[in-house]
Structures are given as structure tokens and as C-alpha cells.
């Protein structure tokens, strides 16, 4: 007898990819920029908090965030956004995310590369209120606005507990 899984993985057929080999359904510079991004703001984390843990999530998903940053014992989820053009960010991405960050109540900060996140910002409140925001951030001059968003949600895991 044939096992069929092992003669569809050597030949191919049927055979699923891996979700982080999956396409993110964006221009391969998008997804450059992407990694990139995620680089320079898992840097940012590091410097910001250096006795902080930071777990990465290897998969791509739209429903968990990018990196779980754990600092003085309290974790915020926190998920990068990419934009190629200075234009507005609606968030369009972020409901599942929101949907199950909601259900688990868990805090979030949304890493916004460039652009307006006015609509995103509304759509994150709506969803999780006062656990979750949106900062843009494009590099160290901007390290305070991700200081300060991190640390008022971590401030306020404190005061709701």
C-alpha cells in the first residue's frame, strides 16, 4: 500500500505550502518593505525595553499580531503595518486581528510605517477601546510615540487589575 500524503508531497500534487511560504497578497516590494519594517521596529522594541522579551510570530496570519512584547511581567501584542504611499490607513487589514484580541482581551499597538491612521485609529477603538492604538512610526525620531503608547497600555493593565 501507498501512503498517498508521502506520494503527493515527492510529486507535488495536492500538496499544501506552508502559511508563512504563502503569498501576502502584496507586490514583492511591499513585502520587502514588510520584512524590513518589522526589523527596524523589533530594534526599536529592543532598545526601548532592553530587559524585555520579545516573541515573533513566524506565520503569516491575518488574525495574531506580528511580535508579543513582554515588559515588567505585562504583554502588549504588537502589529506592524506597511504602507508604499504617505496615504490614509484604514485598517482595512486589522478586523480579524481586532476580532480575536477582543475575545482574548489582550492590549495592542498598531505600528503604522507612514501615513494618516485616522480611520485605523477609529476602527481599533470601536473594536478594543481603551486596550489597543495605533502610532506611526518611521524610525528613532519617533521612539517616543511607540515609548509612550506601549507604556500607557501597560500602565493601564495595572490599574485594571
Known amino acids: 500500500m501507498i501512503d498517498t500524503k508521502v506520494t503527493r508531497w515527492l510529486f507535488g500534487r495536492g500538496r499544501e505550502r506552508p502559511e508563512r511560504f504563502r503569498p501576502r497578497g502584496t507586490s514583492s516590494k511591499v513585502s520587502r518593505l514588510a520584512d524590513r519594517y518589522d526589523a527596524d521596529v523589533d530594534a526599536a522594541l529592543q532598545r526601548l525595553w532592553p530587559k524585555a522579551r520579545i516573541y515573533h510570530d513566524r506565520e503569516f496570519t491575518r488574525d495574531r499580531a506580528d511580535f508579543l512584547l513582554v515588559v515588567r511581567g505585562r504583554g ?20 480579524p486581528l481586532l476580532d480575536r484580541l477582543q475575545r482574548d482581551g489582550r492590549r495592542l499597538v498598531v505600528v503604522l510605517n507612514q501615513g494618516d491612521p485616522t480611520p485605523a485609529r477609529e476602527l481599533v477603538a470601536e473594536m478594543l ?23 500607557a497600555l501597560l500602565r493601564q493593565m495595572v490599574r485594571h487589575q
Open 76 to 95: 502588549v501584542m504588537v502589529e506592524t503595518k506597511v504602507k508604499s504611499d504617505p496615504g490614509v490607513f484604514r485598517g482595512s487589514t486589522l478586523p
Open 129 to 151: 477601546g481603551d486596550k489597543g492604538c495605533v502610532v506611526v512610526w518611521s524610525g528613532p525620531r519617533h521612539d517616543d510615540d511607540l515609548h509612550g503608547a506601549v507604556e
